[in-house]
């Protein structure tokens, strides 16, 4: 038995995505700016693609720009912004201690060009508060960015409350809403920001492609320069085949979202709750609410984290131990330190996220072999839980 728990890496692709993708590949290869048929039978399908994601997240057709995916789109928000508003002097870029790394990192290049950057607080339960952002904005404040979900402990910080203030003081509002579109309700209207990005693999799309949803009038610098793609927004010939996949899988998630958002729900609490119970020494990570409904993250006091995912890997079951984009580095996750959990534990917890196809059977598999493999490392290193679990 194979179990896939680690959805917010990456997703499964739906296989009328794969067919959609093969089909245009085959038939629709067209240039979509050339003026002939083939041209405009790819521009179409462009065009399709376009109507279902901004349908997805309440925007209109003609705000979303396609892009390679969700670190291209956060790059586009954050350059885009800082260079259009550099003339005024709002040279200062804010978001939070626990944002997805291709924030985090473009923050880093764009202070080392001179741009001033604060990384917001979050605490123990992984959420912004909005006294830290009104503490922290300026007049010379150009943009805020805060992701609508977390990618590695699922809570969801209050990005309309956070748009509002950022309003306030004359900046922009960015979310990566990556972790969310597909998961829970994402409407750019009620949150009230300006530019949302959005991936599709993270959804049952294919890999490479992405958009960046820009609110009418938001004026932006174009990242990629060249032709006159997209609006003029970002050159370069569009991933034809990609984006029609992900024009449908963004029609799939729509039609799913309620009745998937409460089966996750029921899984996810199913699989936490006995993970709790069955194994002592065991900590949810962050708040319990709000969070997306697919994602739990759990330290098992004594427990390396890469030995446990090694083990569950044996036993058919896939996990993580954070952000796939950070795999390889032997750091403690960046966003369990933000929130201030010491070292060791940072080190022994596992991220479970759950999607499509997961079933409580499942679940339950994983949750049989568990206690035991976690007995067994702990033996190996001669350490034992310090208590019962608790949340």
């Not at 010939?237 to 958002?261: D, F, Q, S, W």
């Amino acid at each position: 038995m194979r179990i896939y728990f680690d959805h917010n890496a990456t997703t499964p692709v739906a296989p009328v995505v794969a067919d959609t993708v093969a089909r245009v590949l085959r038939e629709d290869f067209g240039n979509p700016s050339s003026v002939h048929h083939f041209g405009q039978r790819a521009k179409a399908r462009l065009d399709e693609a376009r109507s279902e994601v901004a349908a997805l997240v309440g925007g209109d057709p003609s705000e979303v720009v396609f892009t390679s995916g969700g670190t291209e789109s956060d790059n586009f928000a954050l350059r885009g912004v800082a260079e259009t508003l550099e003339p005024a002097g709002r040279r200062h870029l804010i978001a939070t201690a626990i944002e997805h790394e291709a924030v985090v990192n473009t923050l880093k290049a764009l202070a080392r060009r001179g741009w001033r950057t604060t990384l917001l607080p979050v605490g123990a339960s992984g959420i912004v508060s909005a006294d830290a952002l009104a503490e922290a904005l300026t007049d010379d404040t150009a943009i805020v960015s805060v992701m609508t979900a977390n990618n590695e402990i699922g809570t969801v910080q209050p990005v309309a409350e956070l748009a509002a203030l950022a309003h306030g003081r004359g900046a922009l509002m960015h979310t990566d809403a990556v972790q969310a579109v597909g998961k829970m309700p994402v409407d750019v209207t009620a949150l009230g920001v300006d530019l949302l990005t959005l991936s599709a693999h993270k959804f049952n799309g294919p890999k490479g492609t992405g958009a960046l949803w820009i609110r009418r009038g938001t004026r932006l610098a174009a990242f990629v320069t060249g032709g006159r793609h997209e609006r003029n927004r970002r050159a370069g010939t569009e991933n034809v085949p990609g984006v029609a996949g992900m024009g449908v899988a963004a029609g799939l998630a729509r039609a799913k979202l309620g009745a998937e958002t409460a089966r996750l729900t029921t899984l996810r609490d199913r699989l936490e709750q006995g993970i709790l119970a069955a194994v002592p020494g065991t900590t949810v990570n962050g708040a319990r609410e709000p969070r997306v409904p697919n994602t739990t993250n759990i330290s098992f006091e004594g427990v390396e984290a890469e030995s446990l995912l090694i083990a569950l890997d044996l036993e058919g079951v896939a996990v993580s131990t954070g952000s796939a984009c950070s795999s390889g580095t032997l750091e403690p996750s960046h966003v369990l330190r933000a929130m201030g959990l010491p070292a060791h534990r940072a080190q022994s917890s596992i991220r479970f996220s759950l999607g499509d196809g997961n079933t409580e059977a499942e679940v339950d598999y994983v949750l049989g072999r568990l206690p035991s493999i976690v007995e067994k490392l702990r033996a190996l290193t001669g350490t034992r839980a310090g208590g019962r679990a608790r949340s």
